[in-house]
């Protein structure tokens, strides 16, 4: 008798394959271009041949590390053009990005080329609202200026006027962009005694409101009657440039600028006019225009707190990142649905 459990073919030797046994399925080549958290390396490898790179962001070298795989995962250091799509070698049947935000991406290319695209929702929400909070704490009350006169043994003690801040608690925080992320920040705010307003393009849509976030009809008032703002909204052709010098002007003097999305809502020369003249009085940024640079216009601009793209920078959202990908990628390579594709076509 044959011991089925103990596999094929036990007690006849090896060298009896039946021929109508079907070959098992190739596992499917993935081509990540960075390191990975090492539970998310173990999640691919189960079930992919999983080739990573050392940090590669040069389109045309990913490129040619893409010819024969079958799916590519980026990160937002990664330029996904319309050329880069249109090159992308044809074995390449799924692309995925190590992040939420996809503004590196040209969907329309993606879509053109009917290529399934996932990223990384849900997973940093929280993460990234901490961080948020770090940089409205940290630009309110002076936290750089503070760690470096510690750290520089430039502190001679305890003076009435040393490192005066901004108070932050009881103050009217505007929240940019109500998303995932713009609510998580939102609800810290209650803790804070704070009044939050927001704008909400389809009002009613989604949770309902937590009793200390009111409504306003525009981004722009929201903007006006906030002593803080923290910026969530999407980075597109639309928003591009969204706090400029006109936009700026309306502001409450001295309000607090707080932005974890993305460097290019801001225009940042405009910014660094109003933090020397005092028009903003403080600005917390974890993105900039042209990462990994950063201006000379911010950097000497007074009144930063500055960090290097850190909101999802926690073992739970970083792992939670990569595994959410893994799983949609398996998914995909077994015909099954995938939770978080993006709407290409939207
Ligand atoms: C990071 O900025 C992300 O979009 O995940």
Redesign the pocket.
């Known amino acids: 008798m044959i011991d089925r459990r103990a596999g094929p073919n036990k007690d006849q030797g090896n060298q009896f394959v039946p021929s109508d046994q079907a070959a098992p399925p190739a596992r499917p080549k993935i081509l990540a271009t960075y390191p990975m958290p090492a539970r998310v390396v173990e999640k691919l490898r189960s079930f992919a041949d999983l080739t990573v790179l050392d940090g590669e962001t040069d389109p045309q070298r990913v490129l040619d590390r893409c010819l024969g795989m079958d799916a590519l995962i980026c990160t ?1 250091m990664t330029k996904v053009s319309a050329d880069f799509v249109e090159r992308l070698p044809e074995s390449v049947r799924i692309l995925a ?6 503004d590196h991406v040209d969907l329309k290319a993606v879509d053109g080329r009917g290529l399934p695209f996932i ?2 929702p849900d997973v ?1 929400t929280e993460a ?1 609202a901490d961080i948020a909070w770090l940089l409205l704490l940290g630009a309110a009350r002076r936290g750089w200026e503070a760690q470096s006169m510690l750290r520089e043994g430039r502190w001679i003690g305890w003076e009435p006027t040393q490192l005066v801040g901004a108070d932050v608690y009881g103050k009217t925080l505007g929240v940019l962009g109500f998303g995932r992320i713009g609510r998580a920040v939102a609800r810290r705010a209650a803790g804070f005694g704070m009044k939050v307003l927001t704008f909400q393009r389809r009002p009613g849509s989604g949770e309902p409101l937590p009793d200390h976030v009111e409504l306003r009809g525009s981004l722009d008032e929201v903007l006006a009657e906030s002593d803080f703002v923290s910026l969530h909204l999407p980075l597109s052709e639309q928003t591009s440039g969204w706090l400029n010098a006109a936009r700026i002007a309306t502001m409450r003097r001295g309000a607090i600028v707080v932005n ?3 460097g290019g809502l801001i225009d940042e020369a405009a910014l660094a006019d109003a933090l020397g003249s005092g028009q903003i009085g403080a600005a917390g940024l974890d ?1 900039f225009v042209g990462e990994p640079n950063v201006s000379e216009t911010i950097l000497a601009a007074p009144n930063t707190y500055l960090l290097p ?1 850190v ?2 920078a926690t073992s739970s959202a970083r792992d939670g ?1 990569g595994l959410s990908l893994a799983s949609d990628l398996e998914a995909f390579f077994a015909g099954r649905p995938m939770v978080s594709q993006v709407d290409t076509a939207a």
């Open positions: 937002l990005t190590y992040s939420v935000g996809y990223n990384t940093l990234t974890t999305a993305r993105v793209h909101g999802s990142m």
